[in-house]
C-alpha cells in the first residue's frame, strides 16, 4: 500500500472509531477506570487492525518479564510506529509520555489521553514537572506508563543517548522500571514510499525495582537502562 493511500485510509478508519468515544466520555464521568479501560480495549483492536493490514510481521520476546503491577516501560524510539508496536503488547491500561505537539492532531489525543497519556512540553521546565506528577498520580491509579527517554526518533536502529533526569517518574513513583528495546518499526512508514510486509521485534527486559534506591544508584539509572536497551538491539539485529 503506499503510504499516501495509507494516510487516507487511517484517517477515515480513526474517523468512523471514534464514534465509540461518546461512550469513553460517559463513563468518564460515571466510572474513569472503566472508562479508560473501554478505551484501551478499543484502542488495542484498532491497532491490530493497523498491524493486520499493514501486513507487518510482529515478533515479542520477554512478555514474562511484563509485571502484574504498574510499572514505567523505558523504551528506545525509532519511529511512530513504536507506538503500535508497544500498545499490541499490553494487556493493562498503558499510557504515554508525550512531546505537546501531537496534542495538537486530530481525534488521537482524545483517545491517548483517555488511557492516561500525558502530554509534555520539553520547553518549559515547570510545565515538564507538572506532566511528571501527573504520570505519577496515573501509576498510583494503577496505570503504567511508557517513556522515549532519547526525547526523538532516530528512524534507523541505531539508538541516541537517553536524557538524564528522564526517569524521575519512575523513581518518585518507585515504580519498576521495564526496559524495552524495539527494531523495525522506521521501516513501516518512515522508510520506502510503501507501507507493507516488515518485521517489527519487540523485547521486554527483567523489571529494575526502584524502591529503596541509594542516590548513587539512581544517578547511575539511567546508563544501566540505556546498556541493557541497546544490548537488546544488538540481539534483535543479529
Known amino acids: 500500500m503506499l503510504k499516501f493511500l495509507w494516510y487516507s485510509y487511517f484517517a477515515v478508519y480513526l474517523t468512523l472509531k471514534s464514534t465509540a468515544l461518546v461512550k469513553v466520555k460517559y463513563l468518564e464521568k460515571k466510572d474513569p477506570q472503566k472508562a ?39 523504551a528506545n524510539h525509532q519511529a511512530i510506529f513504536d507506538v503500535f508496536a508497544l500498545l499490541a503488547s499490553m494487556n493493562q491500561v498503558t499510557g504515554f509520555i508525550a512531546k505537546k505537539e501531537l496534542s495538537k492532531l486530530p481525534l488521537i489525543p482524545t483517545w ?19 506532566a ?24 534507523s536502529s541505531a539508538m541516541g543517548t537517553m536524557k538524564k533526569g528522564s526517569l524521575k517518574m519512575a523513581i518518585k513513583s518507585e515504580a519498576p522500571i521495564v526496559p524495552v528495546t524495539i527494531d523495525g518499526t522506521y521501516k513501516v512508514l518512515e522508510v ?6 516488515h518485521t517489527i521485534k519487540i523485547m521486554f527486559h527483567k523489571p529494575i525495582e526502584t524502591a529503596g534506591l541509594s542516590k548513587e544508584d539512581q544517578k547511575n539509572l539511567t546508563e544501566q537502562v540505556q546498556a541493557i536497551v541497546e544490548e537488546g538491539l544488538k540481539k534483535l539485529t543479529n
Not at 479508560?36 to 512478555?63: C, P, R, S, V
Not at 520506502?192 to 510486509?197: A, C, M, R, T
Open 36 to 74: 479508560a479501560q473501554y478505551a484501551f480495549k478499543k484502542i488495542k483492536e484498532m491497532t491490530n487492525h493497523i498491524l493486520k493490514i499493514t501486513k507487518t510481521d510482529f515478533q515479542i520476546y520477554g512478555e514474562e518479564n511484563i509485571p502484574d503491577e504498574p510499572c514505567v516501560f523505558v
Open 132 to 155: 511528571i506528577n501527573q504520570g505519577i498520580e496515573n501509576i498510583k491509579k494503577g496505570y503504567s506508563m511508557v517513556i522515549f527517554p532519547e526525547g526523538t526518533r532516530s528512524l
Open 192 to 197: 520506502g514510499k510503501k507501507v507493507s510486509g
Open 112 to 130: 491517548v489521553r483517555a488511557i492516561g497519556t500525558v502530554f509534555i512540553d520539553r520547553s518549559n521546565a515547570r510545565e515538564g514537572m507538572k
